[in-house]
Structures are given as C-alpha cells and as structure tokens.
C-alpha cells in the first residue's frame, strides 16, 4: 500500500474514532477537575504527589538548565512519546492501562493548577499562560495516545470474544500505528518544541517560580 493511501486512512481512523476520543478527553479532563478539587480542599494529603513530580521532573529539568533549545526540545518530546508509546503498549491489557494513565495525568495536572492557585496565581491566567501554548498540540497528541489504546483494547477484547476476525485486527493495528506515526508524534514534536520555548519564557515573565516543575 502506498504512503498517499495510508495517509487517506488517517481522517477515517479518527472519524470511526470520534466516541473513543470523546471518552479519553472525557477521562482527562474529570482527572484534571478531580485533582484541582482535592488539592483545594486537601492540600496537605495532596502533598506527597509533589514528591513524586519532583522525582520525576526535578533531575529532568536539571538536566535542561544548561542545554540549547533543540537539546531541551528533544528531551521533552523523547519524554512524551515514551508517555504516548506506553499508552498504546498498555492497549494489549484490553485498554486498562491508557485509561489509569489518562486519568493520572489529568490528574496530575489538576494538582499542579491547584497548586499554583493556592500561591495567589489565578487558574485561569495560569492555563492560559502554563499550559494553552503547548497544550493545544500536546494534549491533544497525548489523548490521540490514549485513544489508540483505548481503541486497540477494546478491540483485542472483540477479537478474544470472538467478535472479530484476525484480518479485522489486523486492520485495527495498523492503524493505530499509522494515526500514531502520521498525528501523534507531529503533535508532540510542536508541543516540544513551544514548551521549551514560548511557555517556558512566558512562565518566567509571569508567574517566576510559581510553577516549580516546568
């Protein structure tokens, strides 16, 4: 099959898609409210979810402090597509694992916009200055991800029951890795790409150090 028409495939794989987007975004988004919520509320018991983003982000962003743009870029996007690699991995366990992960991130996400509320920055700016640049590729690309895996789970689960064929499965999986190819990673790349240059200078002018992990 040649590359113009396995790239005519992609807008279709999405539109069949439509429901399983609907539900990832869904998912990220309660997570994202779920975390902003019990952060407010409990932000002593939230606490030791800081530790664990200073774990994983603290020698990251070490690291980037004394690298060039293309080097920073670089190691988040590698970062990300591990993040959209294990999403589309964990779709073989029948979709569990992109589902908890989804949630986890989105959760995550309310925590630190919890967080950056509670020192006196207000959410709104703070989304619109933290996380939009980046995020309007990013996120995106990430619940593109999530979908795949989603997507390939139920899919496997079809097969075990006996609900599809292997051709169909076949079907199923090269797909996923064409959308994954051909949308998720140029969304990744950009969001990168913007992360480390315009959100990066933009929370420094801003907010300082407002937001720790960035």
């Known amino acids: 099959m040649r590359i113009p028409a396995l790239l005519a495939r992609v807008p279709r794989v999405l539109r069949a898609s439509r429901r399983y987007i609907v539900f990832t975004s869904v998912l990220f ?17 939230s606490s030791w979810l800081f530790l664990l983003l200073d774990q994983k982000f603290g020698p990251m ?6 690298m060039q ?14 993040a959209a690699g294990l999403l589309v991995v964990g779709g073989l366990a029948f979709g569990i694992l992109p589902m908890i992960m989804v949630f986890v991130n989105g959760l995550l996400v309310g925590l630190v ?16 200055v933290g996380i939009l640049p980046h995020g309007l590729f ?13 997507r390939l789970g139920f899919n496997i689960l079809g097969y075990q029951r006996g609900r599809r064929e292997g051709r169909g499965m076949r079907a199923v999986i090269l797909d996923t ?3 994954l190819v051909a949308v998720v990673v140029p969304l990744l ?10 959100t990066r200078h933009l929370v420094e002018w801003v907010m300082g150090n407002a937001l720790r992990w960035h």
């Not at 743009?69 to 591990?82: D, E, L, Q, S």
């Open 29 to 45: 988004a309660t997570g994202a409210v779920f975390g902003y919520v019990a952060f407010r509320r409990h932000p002593v018991d």
């Open 61 to 66: 962003a070490e690291a980037m402090s004394s």
């Open 69 to 82: 743009v293309a080097g920073m870029a670089g190691m988040v996007f590698w970062n990300n597509i591990k």
């Open 113 to 128: 916009s919890g967080d950056v509320a509670r020192q006196g920055f207000g959410l709104f700016p703070f989304i619109l």
């Open 138 to 150: 990013e996120i995106p690309g990430y619940v593109i991800g999530g979908t795949l895996g989603i």
């Open 177 to 179: 890795v064409l959308v």
């Open 189 to 198: 790349v950009l969001g990168s790409l913007i992360e480390v240059t315009v």
